[in-house]
């Protein structure tokens, strides 16, 4: 009974970490959807499962190389690579708004929710227009 107990634990687990990711990249094409850059978006993250949901989906096209992104999704500041910094930078943790001025927006969780911040100043500098859609998004400052 206790193996059962286990086993049924730990396949919701991975089941519920399965669907936040699945969750998460729902949201990020959301917004991606509604913003525009000068280049064809093309997306690099250093999560490889962000990237394999990105391709299953077959929305955005996904790139390995860094430099070859137009969008960056950036789950941890040691992972940025030289040479990205022109490029625009979304953020999965909120502190790294602070920590990388390149970056223009973020997706995090908070209290078991998906929170958005889109900073209005970094959009405007980089040119990248957003749709009406993502308005309610945007924030003066990072708080």
Not at 3 to 16: E, G, H, P, Q, R
Not at 91 to 97: F, H, I, Q
Not at 103 to 128: D, T
Request: net charge neutral; aromatic share 10%.
């Amino acid at each position: 009974m206790k193996i059962f107990l286990l086993s049924l634990l730990l396949a919701l687990t991975l089941f519920s970490n399965e669907n936040k990711e699945t969750i998460q990249v729902e949201i990020l094409e959301k917004i991606f959807q509604n913003i525009s850059l000068d280049d064809k978006i093309v997306i690099w993250s250093d999560n490889k499962n962000i990237i394999q949901e990105f391709e299953k989906r077959a929305h955005f096209s996904t790139t390995e190389e860094c430099q070859k992104a137009s969008i960056i999704v950036l789950e941890d500041k040691k992972n940025l690579k030289e040479g990205s910094c022109d490029k625009a930078i979304f953020v999965l943790n909120y502190e790294l708004l602070k920590e990388i001025p390149r970056s223009f927006g973020s997706m995090f969780w908070k209290k078991g929710r998906p929170n958005i911040v889109i900073i209005e100043p970094r959009i405007k500098e980089q040119n990248i227009s957003i749709s009406k859609k993502l308005d309610i998004y945007k924030e003066e400052k990072i708080w």
